[in-house]
């Protein structure tokens, strides 16, 4: 099985993609610490030791319409989850800025709803907000609003906008299980309406949903095959209220051997540690040295993650440069 894993890494390493069985194969190894040090190797190979930053805002909580069983913001569940209207430009901006003293590197407003027609009425505000941003701080912009086509992601986009965030979640076969309300198509088309507009991608999932290893692989090599450049991997917290409140949660083990078959089929993307990775306790810092090379930092959408100082202090400890 370790000879396994050398053919692969060597293989990635040599510019050649690994399939679907390769991956099946060597995910499960015995010796967990070579698979791990081998994903750590080729994210040496194809990022070296920068380390990504991102940061973000949520300007509008509550009452969405669609039905994701993991979300909080779900107006089809009760989990208390806070409920408000767009925040003021001011806020915004204050938050902003003081993420680039800490040495952020991107910078995303993130609201609940549907797709971008949830927030016409806010639209110009939106433009105006990113206006200000672009002006005002040397962040990287990124934007997570839902489904969007072309026509208004190319407005974005004149705004200051870089990057759109929109996440698969999972894999297609198990999509139907998260959702009812859109389609996993219609998630694959917003990206692709992304690329179009000419911005780049952010696109990952959540672990922990009920999916299995095969549907982990199945997303990853979906996202290799659209070309997005960074792919953030959430850990479920299960929220009370929600459909999946009850889902167990995954062993540290499973979750490293994950991450390390992601950098494997993504070589040479921001593998991006997101929301739930206190999960992992004390293997956070093992984690980091399985392939990951950017991470979600402060205060996340529904839930609390580590303070910008703290993660910085670890991700250096760990050989980076922010």
Do not use: W
Not at 219 to 236: D, H, K, Q, T, Y
């Amino acid at each position: 099985m370790d000879n396994l894993i050398n053919l692969a890494k060597n293989k990635v390493l040599n510019g050649e993609k690994i399939d679907k069985i390769e991956a099946l194969k060597i995910v499960n190894s015995i010796n967990l610490d070579n698979l791990l040090n081998a994903a750590n190797e080729i994210r040496e190979a194809f990022c070296g030791d920068e380390f990504n930053l991102c940061t973000i805002i949520n300007v509008k909580s509550g009452k969405c319409s669609q039905d994701c069983k993991f979300c909080a913001q779900s107006a089809h569940y009760k989990t208390g989850c806070e409920v408000y209207p767009f925040k003021d430009i001011s806020e915004i901006l204050e938050t902003a800025k003081y993420n680039e003293k800490q040495e952020a590197h991107r910078f995303s407003l993130v609201a609940s709803g549907k797709d971008l027609n949830s927030h016409k009425k806010d639209i110009d505000k939106i433009r105006e907000i990113y206006e200000n941003l672009q002006d005002k701080t040397s962040l990287h912009l990124c934007a997570s609003f839902g489904m969007a086509d072309k026509k208004d992601l190319l407005k974005l986009k004149e705004s200051g906008v870089r990057t759109y965030h929109h996440n698969l979640e999972s894999s297609r076969r198990f999509y139907p299980k998260i959702c009812t309300t859109h389609t996993y198509d219609d998630r694959i088309n917003t990206i692709k309406a992304a690329f179009e507009a000419g911005l780049d991608v952010c696109s990952g999932g959540i672990f922990g949903l009920g999916e299995s290893i095969e549907d982990r692989i199945d997303m990853a090599i979906e996202l290799r095959e659209l070309g997005v450049s960074s792919v953030p991997i959430n850990i479920l917290t299960p929220i009370k209220g929600t459909p999946f409140q009850n889902n167990p949660l995954l062993d540290n083990e499973e979750i490293l051997r994950s991450i390390a078959i992601y950098r494997f089929i993504l070589p040479n993307v921001f593998l991006r540690f997101a929301g739930g990775r206190k999960n992992l306790g004390k293997s956070v810092k093992k984690a980091l040295k399985s392939g990951i090379n950017a991470a979600l930092t402060g205060d996340f959408l529904t839930t609390t993650g580590d303070s910008i100082e703290s993660d910085k202090s670890m991700i250096k400890d760990c050989g980076f440069h922010i």
